[in-house]
C-alpha cells in the first residue's frame, strides 16, 4: 500500500511540479518592426479617403483609442483576453471573437505594438498596413497584402 502511494506521489510531482514557466518563455522586449513606406502610404491613403479620426504610430500603422482602460498595461509576455472584430477595408468582418485568450508575444506584429496602448477596460481600433498583420500570405477571408481593422476590448491583461 506504502508502495502505491508512494508511486503516485511521486508520478503526481513529476507531473505537477516540472510544468515549465510560462514567464520562462519570454524575454520582455520592444517590438521594433516598422511597416514599409510604400504601406505606410496606402493606409494613410486609406485613412484620409475614409476621413477616419485616428493616431498614427510611428511604426506604420494608425489607432483610435475609444477608452483607454485602468491598471497596468499589458507587455509583449502578457496573457491577454480580447473581444474583437476584424475587418477588411470593405467593411466585411473576416473574424470575430469574445473572451478570447492569448499570449500576446505570439499574435500578430500589429495587436503585440497596438494592444498595449490600452489598459484592462480599454478599447482601440487599430488600422494595420499588411506587414504588420498577415502581409503576403493569404488567410481565410483575407486576400494576401490586406490592410486590417481591428476593433478591440481589451478585458483582462494577466
Do not use: H
Not at 20 to 36: E, I
Not at 49 to 78: E, L, M
Amino acid at each position: 500500500m506504502k508502495y502505491v502511494a508512494f508511486t503516485l506521489l511521486a508520478g503526481l510531482l513529476l507531473t505537477t511540479g516540472c510544468q515549465p514557466n510560462k514567464d520562462a518563455d519570454c524575454t520582455p522586449t520592444t517590438v521594433t518592426t516598422r511597416a514599409p513606406d510604400a504601406e505606410i502610404a496606402a493606409l494613410k491613403q486609406y485613412i484620409d479617403t475614409q476621413k477616419i479620426t485616428a493616431t498614427f504610430d510611428p511604426r506604420g500603422f494608425y489607432y483610435n483609442i475609444q477608452s483607454p482602460g485602468s491598471g497596468d498595461k499589458p507587455t509583449i509576455c502578457s496573457t491577454v483576453t480580447v473581444n474583437y472584430a476584424g475587418k477588411l477595408t470593405t467593411g466585411q468582418t473576416f473574424d470575430s471573437g469574445s473572451g478570447v485568450r492569448f499570449g500576446l508575444n505570439q499574435l500578430i506584429v500589429g495587436w503585440q505594438e497596438g494592444i498595449p496602448l490600452v489598459a484592462p477596460g480599454g478599447s482601440v481600433t487599430l488600422y494595420l498596413p499588411p506587414s504588420l498583420a498577415y502581409g503576403s500570405q493569404e488567410q481565410q477571408g483575407i486576400p494576401a497584402n490586406s490592410i486590417l481593422v481591428f476593433q478591440i476590448d481589451l478585458v483582462k491583461a494577466e
